[in-house]
């Protein structure tokens, strides 16, 4: 197969690459490779189950039409100082404006126009002054909120319009390396899905554009490695899901929906933050390819629970000689995993800083039931690294000064919550890499993390590739 431009990757990143390229009319001929399903496929058996089956040969919730952030929360930041390092790249200015063009698109597709955490400027204050207090910083961020169900409608209906304007979707195709001759990125060869040995093809194409996915950020520093592509390795952030009644958030909930804090707490001062707080939301479990169990979050537009959830974590930066900071965070998961016999862990606040295991019967007591009804109550500490532990412990007690109730003997601790976007593609602005003819975008690339900034990098790709030629 041939065409102008090859997409490996249907999250954000991949699919505004696409989009852009055709309302700027390019002439192109577009391929969108995609490991999992399209939108209207994507059912995750747990709603009848009630408990994980672990699909083969992928998780629908993290692959397929839209990526994993979309089935998620379906949150889109609004603001530059949000979602990663691509204002270092490109600059805060013009971040900033492609973000205001990028939610218009949202508008476009069926985004709700209302705009959560603006308007109550006072109580922002408040909410900040009780911040500084403790020692965290408060940004404060507008947020569109689409809904883990709207989001589903509104990416289908951008794939609709991808496909009436010809651009070719491989669905259930899995890439399986670069074709590089010469020393250019050439294409892409592909099979199916969870089947190596079976319809595997290659593509050539002008332009490869690597859109992975947070998921995918280990496979393609693998890739990185191989071919010699220029890369560094960033941050690995490692935490815990928190999860509270929505009595003890309101404020936060009603003022800003999603605070984001960041703190540097004693006595290591890694940097440690919040992040995808879900009001009156659910917690989720994701599985990636090795079935390793992450734990996330959900936030329907409809569907309300009691609790809000919202995960806290600690950054790690990994100096010479070590390498492999993705690897390092998999072992951790995969620690906690096997105490929880393949299941999520969840333990209360309480019984670790009492220093013992969280028993079932314990939680069917609580005021705070979990919104994820198969994770198995046990010790995180068990598998949770020290330092990391004791950060997350301190950042919650510093956090329970700003919204008090938060360090609740009650409080759920869910783990593990793990983001692969420790490998950082070396790139300019252009995002050239240093292997010609191949581009790497989205969280895989370790510039962005999340919606918003994938979808940025990627309408910047596609208005890039419609102003060259072949």
Excluded at 87 to 100: F, H, N, R, S
Excluded at 168 to 174: I, K, N, R, S
Excluded at 186 to 194: D, E, L, Q
Aim: hydrophobic share 35%; net charge negative; aromatic share 6%.
């Amino acid at each position: 197969m041939k065409c102008d431009v090859v997409i490996v990757g249907a999250g954000p990143a991949g699919i505004f690459t696409a989009l852009e390229l055709v309302r700027k009319g390019a002439p192109r001929e577009i391929v969108l490779v995609e490991k999992g399903r399209p939108v209207q496929q994507r059912h995750c058996p747990k709603a009848q189950t009630g408990h994980c089956v672990n699909c083969k040969p992928c998780c629908h919730i993290t692959t397929g039409f839209s990526g994993a952030g979309a089935f998620s929360d379906g949150k889109l930041s609004l603001s530059c100082e949000v979602g990663g390092e691509l204002p270092e790249l490109i600059g805060a200015d013009l971040a900033q404006q492609m973000i205001d063009y990028t939610d218009g698109i949202y508008l476009e597709f069926g985004a709700d126009p209302h705009v959560e955490g603006v308007g109550q400027p006072e109580k922002v204050k408040q909410i900040r002054r009780r911040a500084i207090r403790a020692g965290l910083k408060l940004v404060d961020c507008p947020i569109r909120h689409l809904g883990t169900e709207k989001a589903q409608e509104i990416y289908y209906a951008i794939q609709q319009y991808l496909e009436e304007k010809g651009v070719q979707m491989l669905f259930g195709a899995d890439c399986e390396d670069l074709i590089v001759e010469n020393g250019r990125c050439v294409g892409v060869t592909v099979h199916r899905a969870g089947d190596p040995g079976k319809d595997r093809q290659e593509i050539r194409a002008a332009h490869t554009v690597i859109a992975a996915g947070r998921r995918g950020a280990g496979w393609l520093e693998g890739l990185c490695r191989v071919h010699g592509v220029e890369r560094s390795s960033g941050n690995v952030d490692i935490g815990v899901r928190v999860e509270v009644r929505n009595e003890i958030m309101e404020e936060v909930n009603e003022v800003l929906y999603e605070s984001k804090l960041i703190g540097y707490p004693a006595p290591f001062k890694n940097k440690v933050r919040t992040f995808c707080q879900n009001p009156g939301g659910f917690v989720s479990q994701e599985n990636y390819d090795n079935d390793l169990a992450v734990v996330n979050g959900h936030s329907y537009k409809e569907t309300k629970s009691s609790n809000t959830n919202l995960s806290i974590l600690c950054t790690h930066h990994f100096r010479v000689p070590f390498d492999r900071p993705i690897d390092y965070a998999r072992k951790v998961g995969e620690l906690t995993n096997m105490l929880g016999a393949g299941h999520i862990l969840v333990q209360r606040y309480g019984d670790i800083l009492d220093g013992k295991r969280t028993w079932q019967e314990e939680l069917s007591r609580s005021n705070l039931r979990p919104t994820l009804p198969d994770a198995v109550a046990g010790d995180i500490t068990s598998a949770m690294p020290y330092r990391t532990m004791t950060n997350i412990i301190n950042f919650i007690q510093a956090v329970d000064q700003v919204v008090p109730g938060f360090a609740s003997s009650e409080t759920l601790l869910y783990s593990p919550e793990l983001k692969f976007y420790s490998n950082r593609i070396e790139m300019d602005p252009q995002f050239h890499t240093s292997l010609p003819g191949l581009a790497c975008l989205g969280d895989s690339s370790g510039w962005t993390r999340g919606l918003m900034m994938a979808s940025v990098m990627g309408v910047l790709m596609g208005r890039r590739l419609a102003s060259e030629g072949d």
